[in-house]
């Protein structure tokens, strides 16, 4: 049974940076092997209650997303939100049951996702070398670096994977050799060079603030306050340095600039950044019009492309790129009080239980719900519930087995 899950929770690392097709069979093979388990060992037990709750919390991104269509006339769209939101009913459930076994491999299962995103970024870069001005002038046109999946969602993972092989070298990882140690510290300089040169900015602005975050609380534990100075100079000063570089951040910074000032003349209809402000707007818009119970999530698309071509006079929509005003827009106060829940609980759960990977994980995608609809994605979904659930599942396992 412990191999099957293995040979599942490989191929969920690998869908998630080349294969949707591979992300839906594996999740099915997860909770094949949760409910061979129950049948065959009969350890399906459900205590300790305590441990249940952060895998139950999650999955109140699902029944809020199912109760949200008692509110939604179009039953078609509703549908299709439900089953998007599947996964988070069927991972939690099937982590928890097979959590002792996840948990003694939750380390590996970083290291390895580690190793996919790099090797996947090496070949990012040697194609953009080999398309240099091309890409450059995608990039100064607003179009996207070509990554594996959705650039943005890729970003994400770039950051995570930052994280992860930072984290494992200072923590002295158990390494095989000395070129596994030198792989975590040399691969991380890479992953962060790379960052910058596909110049996504929400996934420079999550590893900015992350890194942060964690440095500031490690530098501190460790009151080594001379180091601290050093690392916030670095991290002002990084950014400065790929600028002058990279000549993709570059373009990148100069069509930002771009599209700010043809929003502020009014022009940015088509722009990435305008069409973000204004999908705030319409999202704020919504909000007021449904506070408490929302448009119903099945209602959200035609209410979107209502309210834009009231607004902007366009047969066109963009649905809030912001998490909580899609909840919030969607499902109204209540669904957003459920989401909150859902996404906050397994984090404040277990805060007393310092685990800097797992604490990566949930600033880099609550940083994200600022910026982007990161759960509306398959890739940015499963990479959210595949981390956050190994990472309850080592906590609720190895920390219970150390004290």
């Known amino acids: 049974m412990g191999s099957a899950a293995d040979l599942f929770l490989g191929v969920f690392l690998i869908g998630l940076v080349f294969s949707k097709y591979l992300l839906s069979i594996s999740m099915f093979g997860l909770g094949a092997c949760a409910l061979a388990y129950c049948m065959v060992y009969q350890k399906c037990t459900w205590h300790p209650i305590k441990s249940l709750m952060p895998f139950a919390a999650i999955t109140l991104i699902f029944w809020a997303t199912l109760l949200s269509g008692l509110h939604s006339s179009d039953t078609y769209a509703w549908m299709i939100f439900v089953k998007q939101k599947l996964p988070f009913l069927v991972l939690p459930i099937s982590f928890w049951i097979l959590r002792d076994h996840i948990s003694r491999r939750y380390y590996h299962m970083c290291a390895v996702f580690f190793t996919i995103v790099l090797v996947s970024t090496v070949f990012v870069l040697i194609n953009y070398i080999l398309h240099f001005e091309s890409i450059n002038e995608m990039i100064s046109k607003g179009q996207s670096f070509p990554t594996p999946v959705d650039h943005i969602k890729y970003s994400l993972f770039m950051a995570f994977s930052i994280c992860i092989g930072l984290i494992l070298y200072v923590q002295k990882f158990t390494f095989h050799n000395v070129a596994e140690k030198h792989l975590y510290m040399w691969g991380s300089v890479f992953l962060i060079v790379a960052l910058h040169a596909i110049a996504v900015r929400s996934g420079l602005a999550v590893f900015y603030l992350t890194v942060f975050v964690l440095g500031l609380k490690y530098f501190l534990n460790a009151r080594n306050y001379k180091a601290l100075w050093g690392f916030l100079l670095a991290l002002i000063i990084l950014p400065f340095i790929a600028y002058r570089a990279l000549p993709s951040l570059q373009k990148k910074v100069g069509y930002t600039l771009y599209d700010i000032d043809q929003y502020l003349k009014g022009k940015g209809k088509f722009y990435s950044d305008s069409e973000r402000i204004y999908s705030y707007q319409v999202g704020l818009t919504l909000i007021r019009q449904h506070p408490f119970f929302g448009t119903g999530i099945g209602d959200l698309k035609a209410e979107c492309l209502k309210t834009y071509k009231e607004t902007m006079g366009g047969d066109f929509y963009k649905y809030p790129h912001n998490q909580y005003l899609f909840i919030w827009a969607g499902m109204g106060i209540v669904g957003l009080i459920l989401f909150l829940i859902a996404v906050l609980f397994p984090f404040m759960s277990t805060m ?33 519930l595949y981390f956050l659930l190994a990472g309850l599942c080592y906590l609720t396992e190895q920390w219970k087995s150390q004290k």
């Open 352 to 384: 007393h239980r310092f685990e800097p990977i797992f604490w990566s994980l949930n600033l880099i995608i609550l940083i994200s719900f600022l910026v982007e609809n990161t759960l509306e994605r398959s890739y940015s979904a499963g990479f959210y």
